[in-house]
């Protein structure tokens, strides 16, 4: 059991930051792994709210993964938590209280956890170990800059593009970069969803003035991960402007991954809008195909696999540019050539990753998909490029957002771009409309099925 837990942990650790994985998932314990379902056990309901609401679906593959057969999950508690301590955090914002009504009597001790982590960058990542292509080549220069220069030209640095595309590799590559020339350097890395979080711990404990301390006073280089997800959260955002305002006028660095553009991200306030923009922004763009080999036989050799030429190709192809999909496909391979002894060829790479690599299909394009929407639906696609808010147009616009969105690596704007211009929010508000619909209404799930099944062939 514990080996399954740990080769899961490692699958996980892909898609969750060090900090998320250590705070949700440390100590998550594996009661049973049945035919059709694994069975786990979490200490509190706010663990289990929070993994359900956040890891479900990634928990369900990764073990299906691992298991190799498709299971559900099934979490339990191990206790009832007497705290009542439940989901406060993940959709909902929160409002830091005012100064005044910060102190009241009888402190709690803060709980371990969130709080009482300091965010160092991960020592894996680092500028040694990214592969430079001409997808991220600026970006690099720019961290490096960064690094060289904390507080100097580029501040703050806003670094943008696809999941999976080298935002948090960069991110931490800075910090160590640092740390290794000035060790005593207080770097804070942190994602925006753990600096809300961390927040609601502190109003909770009622200890915001350290909270407060900790980012304003006490961090010489803030790096903040994947801050579109204050999209929305005023309570939030307004506790970030101060730290963002502490931190600038003392000359401090500040770094901030997005997948998208401060002026796309929607529910943003104008002014972080202004101030994330007003230093450089720097995009990564997916790689190339030479890239993507580069990186394959980089991380290959670090895990001490000889990759065949046609597995490289195979394997490149099938992750259509996302770079965390392949280290996925390369750790799996790594596993089974140490479990069946099995040598890799392009059979057993077919075999073994078939629930990882989406298909040898050629890469589907947004103009296919809005071509085969459009004939599906009988419509033009210069109907649904246009304008026209006829409900018999509108449905299948929608349809096609949500499917370039699902098939493709492209950021919202990118999508707005190639449906006729359309701004990001719209397109967002249309992917998400969609998606509900896909859950609930089965003449959508039906429709969709029949689109998907086509853009495959
Ligand atoms: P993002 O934060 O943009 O979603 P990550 O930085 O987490 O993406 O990258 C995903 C994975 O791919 C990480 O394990 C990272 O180390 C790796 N990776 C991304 N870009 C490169 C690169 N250019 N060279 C080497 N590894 C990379
Ligand atoms: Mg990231």
Redesign the pocket.
Known sequence: MQDLWNQVRDVLA?HISAHNLDAWFSEVRILEVRQGEVILEVPSRFHRDWIVDNYQEAMKRTFSGVLGRTVGIDIQLQEEDPSGFSRTAGTEDVVMPTELSIESPGREPAPEGPLGWRGRPNPE?TFE????GAC?EFAHGACLAVADFPGGQYNPLFIY?G????????VHSIGNRILRQEPTARICYVTAEQFMNEMITAIRYKRTPEFRERYRSRSDVLLMDDIQFLGGKRGTQEEFFHTFEALQNAGRQIVM?ADMLPRDIEGLEERLRTRFSGGLEVD?QPPDLETMLA?LH??GEELGLSIPNEVALFIAGGVRGN??EL?GALKRLAAITAMYSEPITLETARKRLAHLIVAENPIITPDQIIKTVARIHNVKTSDILGTSHQKRLVRPRHVAIYLIREHTNLSFPDIGRSVGGRDSSTVQYAYRRIKKQRDKDPDMQAILELLEKNLQS
């Open positions: 892909d990542k170990n990214f592969v430079v991220n593009g999941t999976g595309l080298g935002k948090t590799h960069l991954t990564l990186i980089k991380k770079i965390r280290e």
